[in-house]
């Protein structure tokens, strides 16, 4: 579980599309989170700020990209499998319109290759539908506030998926790519799990021009995907910081 900031206190519910081809746990799944706040922290003992509203549904991949663009929601729940187009698709297709939604993958099971996918896609949180309920909220609240979330269970499947990419990074005492100060700024935030809108926002430039720099850093890091970007990253963190930490 990786967390940064809090959405506690919100001044409006945050508004979500819950996407799953099983109509029966979408509505579970609706009136969970219709619960008042207040009972949410009584009985979950998470602070939810003002609670959520659901905003939309679907119950295949295709309803959920049209769901997400005309309603624009602050998270996505979706499921993994579904009918016509999976939820790893569905993700897929919305980031490459600039869709820029969180979304938390809450699934029955996920295979390893399925979870990278999901982080290099850049699935915010992954929760399996067997986890206690104050788990899910306490991604939702973690993904809401700018975080990441990955549940024990497959934080560790995680962890053994990446150990070759983490052991094939591994390198001497010094950074061994020679990198830009900006290029630097944007690999320490890449690893820390921000998407591109979010790294613009931060310097104050178009999406453009960071993806631009991302691709630079593909080819100066040997990666070819943003989490072995993230892992070669990870491991030279203290060459990293601090100058390279964003200001």
Known sequence: MIERGSAAGASAPARVVLSDDESLFRASLRQLLSVPASVIRDIYGVD????????????SGE???????????????????????????????????????????LTGRLENTDLLLAVQLGVRGLVLKHDKTELLFGAIMCVLSGGCWVGQTLLTTLMESVRPLIESA?????????????????????????????????????????????TRLFAKVGASNRLELAMAANQHAAMLAPESLPS
Not at 72 to 93: F, H, Q, T
Not at 173 to 195: D, N
Request: proline content about 3%; some cysteine; overall charge positive.
């Open 170 to 214: 591994a390198g001497g005492g010094h950074l061994p790519w020679k990198l830009t100060a900006r290029e630097r700024q944007v690999l320490t935030m890449v690893a820390a799990g921000y998407a591109n809108r979010e790294i613009a926002d931060r310097f104050a430039v178009s999406q453009e021009t960071v993806k631009h720099c991302v």
């Open 63 to 105: 309803e959920t990209v049209r769901v997400v663009r005309s309603t624009k929601p602050d998270l996505l729940v979706l499921d993994l499998a579904m009918p016509r187009m999976s939820g790893l698709d569905a993700v897929r297709e919305l980031q490459s319109g600039h869709d820029n939604v969180r979304a938390i993958l």
């Open 48 to 59: 939810v700020g003002a609670g959520f509203r659901v905003v939309g549904e679907a119950g």
